[in-house]
């Protein structure tokens, strides 16, 4: 394992369309809340809501941060984001490569 994996995150979203995926990715990481959003579109989501059954088109999104900008990451996507109750979604990383690492970091670190 590489120092610092303990710090970094993998965050999990998703977006309702593709203009709002990219609009919400280009805010995180200008913002430097997020060093990369990946947007993963043509996912099929079926969930509850409101005592219904729905099922809708979404784009996912795979943002990569520190624990450090965690709360600032969530702030902003509920600031950013059209859903009432926007996905948010923290995983853990378990290995990285030191050189990715060093830079994810160097991303998120206010400037």
């Known amino acids: 394992m590489v120092d610092g ?5 993998i965050v999990i979203s998703t977006a309702g369309s593709a203009e709002e ?15 990369c959003v990946s947007r993963l ?4 989501s079926v969930y509850q809501w409101q005592g219904k059954i729905e ?21 902003a996507l509920r600031e950013l984001h059209s859903y009432d109750v926007p ?11 030191a050189a ?6 160097a991303s998120v670190t206010e400037a």
């Open 21 to 35: 995926a990219a609009a919400i990715a280009r805010e995180l990481v200008g913002r430097r809340v997020a060093a």
């Open 5 to 9: 994996t303990a710090r970094a995150r």
């Open 87 to 97: 996905e948010f979604l923290v995983l853990p990383v378990e290995a990285g490569s």
């Open 55 to 75: 099922e809708a088109a979404e784009v996912l999104l795979l943002i990569k941060t520190s624990q450090e900008r965690l709360a600032a990451l969530e702030a």
């Open 41 to 44: 579109p043509g996912l099929l």
């Open 100 to 105: 990715y690492l060093e830079w994810l970091f």
